[in-house]
């Protein structure tokens, strides 16, 4: 099997188990999820990376890494902003 294939299959079994897991303890949103799903494509990036020169494919990822940075920044911030205190801001 390719080796990018074989990282789709891994990023989506891990996806499925975090969506299993939140399930199973009662916990599944849609935040959660995103920030669960996105710490394990940081660490199955980190866990494949070649020694010698990246594939195009693999330079392709930090598209996708930048845009779950943003998203996990907002969903931070919007949870900052619920924590403080009205009028806080």
Partial sequence: MDRRFRFVFAQSAWMVLVALALT??????????????????????ELTAPFAVAPAWRLRLRWLVLLGLSVF?????????DILPPGAF
Avoid: C, E, M
């Fill in 73 to 81: 920044g907002y969903l931070a911030v919007r949870r900052v902003l």
């Fill in 24 to 45: 199973l303890f009662g916990s599944l949103t849609p935040s959660l999820y995103f920030i669960a799903s996105y710490i394990g494509l940081l660490v199955l990036i």
